[in-house]
Protein backbone atom coordinates (compact mmCIF):
# COMPACT_ATOMS: atom_id res chain seq x y z
CA UNK A 1 0.00 0.00 0.00
CA UNK A 2 1.18 3.47 -0.83
CA UNK A 3 1.55 6.46 1.94
CA UNK A 4 -1.91 7.68 0.23
CA UNK A 5 -3.85 5.22 0.25
CA UNK A 6 -2.87 4.40 4.11
CA UNK A 7 -3.98 8.06 4.61
CA UNK A 8 -7.24 7.63 2.77
CA UNK A 9 -8.30 4.53 4.84
CA UNK A 10 -7.59 7.28 7.70
CA UNK A 11 -9.48 9.62 6.60
CA UNK A 12 -12.55 6.88 5.94
CA UNK A 13 -11.82 5.29 9.93
CA UNK A 14 -12.25 8.81 11.39
CA UNK A 15 -15.64 9.53 8.67
CA UNK A 16 -17.25 6.70 10.12
CA UNK A 17 -16.34 7.26 13.62
CA UNK A 18 -18.55 10.20 14.00
CA UNK A 19 -21.88 8.72 12.67
CA UNK A 20 -21.44 6.18 14.40
CA UNK A 21 -20.80 7.77 17.82
CA UNK A 22 -23.93 9.30 17.00
CA UNK A 23 -26.12 6.78 16.72
CA UNK A 24 -24.40 4.99 19.25
CA UNK A 25 -25.16 7.71 22.06
CA UNK A 26 -28.53 8.38 20.96
CA UNK A 27 -29.62 5.10 20.57
CA UNK A 28 -27.84 3.59 23.69
CA UNK A 29 -25.83 0.75 22.14
CA UNK A 30 -22.92 1.17 24.26
CA UNK A 31 -21.15 -1.22 22.07
CA UNK A 32 -21.55 1.01 18.79
CA UNK A 33 -20.07 3.81 21.07
CA UNK A 34 -17.12 1.57 21.93
CA UNK A 35 -16.55 1.20 18.33
CA UNK A 36 -16.95 4.78 17.43
CA UNK A 37 -14.21 5.49 20.02
CA UNK A 38 -12.13 2.19 18.45
CA UNK A 39 -12.11 3.46 14.93
CA UNK A 40 -11.44 7.14 16.21
CA UNK A 41 -8.07 6.06 18.12
CA UNK A 42 -7.10 4.17 15.06
CA UNK A 43 -7.99 6.85 12.56
CA UNK A 44 -5.92 9.18 14.59
CA UNK A 45 -3.11 7.07 14.78
CA UNK A 46 -2.22 6.05 11.54
CA UNK A 47 -0.67 9.16 10.51
CA UNK A 48 1.50 10.14 12.89
CA UNK A 49 2.84 6.43 12.82
CA UNK A 50 2.92 6.77 8.54
CA UNK A 51 4.90 9.64 9.55
CA UNK A 52 7.62 7.75 11.31
CA UNK A 53 7.85 4.75 9.35
CA UNK A 54 8.13 6.89 6.01
CA UNK A 55 11.12 8.21 6.53
CA UNK A 56 13.09 5.00 7.00
CA UNK A 57 11.74 4.05 3.92
CA UNK A 58 12.69 7.12 2.62
CA UNK A 59 16.48 7.14 3.95
CA UNK A 60 16.65 3.56 2.46
CA UNK A 61 16.07 5.02 -0.61
CA UNK A 62 18.32 7.24 -0.16
CA UNK A 63 21.13 4.97 0.88
CA UNK A 64 20.30 2.96 -2.32
CA UNK A 65 21.13 5.47 -4.97
Known amino acids: MNRTTILLLALLLLLLAYPAASL ?3 GGTPWLTGAALALL ?3 GVIP ?3 R ?3 RDDQDEQKEDA
Open 24 to 26: GTE
Open 41 to 43: ALG
Open 48 to 50: PLL
Open 52 to 54: FTA
